[in-house]
């Protein structure tokens, strides 16, 4: 695979992949650091003994009403604040339906119309420390407020699927950036900074092997002046390793299936580390599915 920089005023403004334009967005769910749950009282702590820490509010059992943690909120505009971004002074709150066994209520509570971080940015350095390093401004979308919700667990019995609920209704902020990106390592950048911002403001502690720090990686390629290709999102990356390496693996696999003559199908990607691959999870759902 060879590269091609085009430069302006001795900054990076440009990276080629075998002749295509490399563009990526980033979503990034990051855990609020509170000690209880967005919208019950049950604890946050990782770790427990699965469903020990899920109340009726979190398992959406009849009757039940959420009620909004103060401190979800309070760390919400701070992230804003750091990001130079519009505060949304009126947000409110949407179901995001969707079936998954993790999912109790069958659909989250979510952000859609009137998130609480508006259009913001932050300023990154790509390469930092190496001779090729340059500035870049990254474009923010929003951020919005929303509930995380269980896990599958695999490998807990053999031949069987176990859910463990504890993780549902803990509080994320989802960050959603403009497609500014335009090669692994300058989405690295983005990610790293982000991943500082929120542990020097306090508001997480980011852990990714914990979950609580987590990006989808949306990757499309086109060639110079061209529309947007067709993006596919990686799905749950949770270490910087494995983000650049996935990034570059699914820009590669894109350009070999449009260089074969055929078309990208936009999809949920998995990154299978041990394969260095990345292969389909699910055929992309668009937002008229999951009926806001």
């Known amino acids: 695979m060879t590269t091609a920089t085009t430069t302006d005023n001795a900054v990076r403004t440009e990276l080629f992949v075998d002749g295509y334009e490399v563009v990526i967005g980033i979503e990034i769910h990051c855990q609020l650091n509170t000690e209880s749950k967005i919208f019950s009282g049950a604890p946050t702590d990782f770790g427990h003994e699965p469903n020990s820490q899920a109340s009726i509010v979190d398992l ?12 979800v909120v309070d760390r919400a505009l701070k992230f804003g604040i750091g990001v130079n971004a519009e505060l949304g002074l009126f947000n409110t709150f949407d179901r995001k339906n969707y079936f998954y066994p993790d999912l109790p209520k069958g659909y989250q509570i979510t952000q859609m119309a009137n998130p609480i971080v508006g259009e913001g940015y932050i300023d990154v350095v790509v390469n930092e420390g190496e001779k090729n390093e340059y500035p870049k401004r990254m474009g923010i979308t929003r951020a919005h407020l929303e509930e995380d919700a269980g896990k599958s667990v695999h490998d807990a019995v053999d031949g069987m699927t176990g859910v463990d609920l504890n993780r549902a209704g803990t509080p994320l902020i989802e960050i959603v950036s ?3 990106m335009r090669s692994a390592h300058e989405a690295l950048a983005y990610i790293k900074a982000i991943h500082q911002l929120v542990t020097w403001l306090g508001i997480s502690d980011a852990v990714m092997a914990e979950g609580s720090f987590r990006c989808d990686c949306n990757v499309s390629v086109r060639k110079p002046g061209a ?8 799905k749950n990356l949770n270490s910087f390793r ?3 390496r996935a990034i570059n693996r699914e820009i590669e696999r894109q350009i070999d299936i449009i260089e074969d003559g055929s078309k990208v199908v936009q999809a949920t990607m998995l990154y299978d580390p041990d394969r260095d691959e990345t292969r389909t999870m699910r055929t992309k759902e668009d937002a008229n599915d999951y009926r806001y």
């Open 178 to 180: 403009e497609p500014d």
């Open 242 to 244: 494995f983000i650049e």
């Open 227 to 234: 529309d947007l290709g067709t993006r596919t999102e990686l």
């Open 60 to 71: 959406g059992l009849p009757g039940v009403l959420p009620v909004l943690n103060a401190g």
